[in-house]
C-alpha cells in the first residue's frame, strides 16, 4: 500500500506504528458503515441513515484534509473521499 500511495517503501520501518494505527481507524470506520447499514435495512432507517451519512462526511473530510496536508497523496485522498461524497449525493436526491 505504501508503495501505492508514495511510490517509496524505504521508510517503511520507521512508519510501523502509524501504518497499524491509520489500519485500525479504516477498520473502526468501515465497521461504522456496516453498522449504519445494518440499522438502515432492519427496522431503523433513520438512525441507519444518520450513522451512514456522518462516516461518509468524515471520509470526505478526511480526503480533503489528506490531500491538502500532502498533495502527492492524491490518489489516497481520491479513494477516500469519492466513494463516500458519491453516498452523500445520493442520499440528498
Do not use: C
Not at 17 to 24: A, I, K, P, S, T
Not at 30 to 48: I, M, N, Q
Not at 69 to 79: D, I, N, Q, V
Amino acid at each position: 500500500m505504501r508503495r501505492l500511495l508514495t511510490g517509496s517503501t524505504a521508510d517503511a520501518p520507521q512508519v510501523r506504528l502509524w501504518r497499524v494505527n491509520v489500519g485500525f481507524y479504516n477498520l473502526f470506520l468501515a465497521l461504522g458503515l456496516v453498522a449504519g447499514l445494518v440499522l438502515l435495512h432492519s427496522g431503523h432507517a433513520e438512525a441507519g441513515r444518520s450513522i451512514v451519512r456522518y462516516i461518509a462526511a468524515f471520509m470526505v473530510a478526511g480526503g480533503i484534509t489528506l490531500f491538502v496536508s500532502e498533495p502527492k497523496l492524491w490518489r489516497g485522498a481520491l479513494g477516500q473521499a469519492v466513494p463516500a461524497a458519491v453516498i452523500l449525493l445520493a442520499e440528498a436526491f
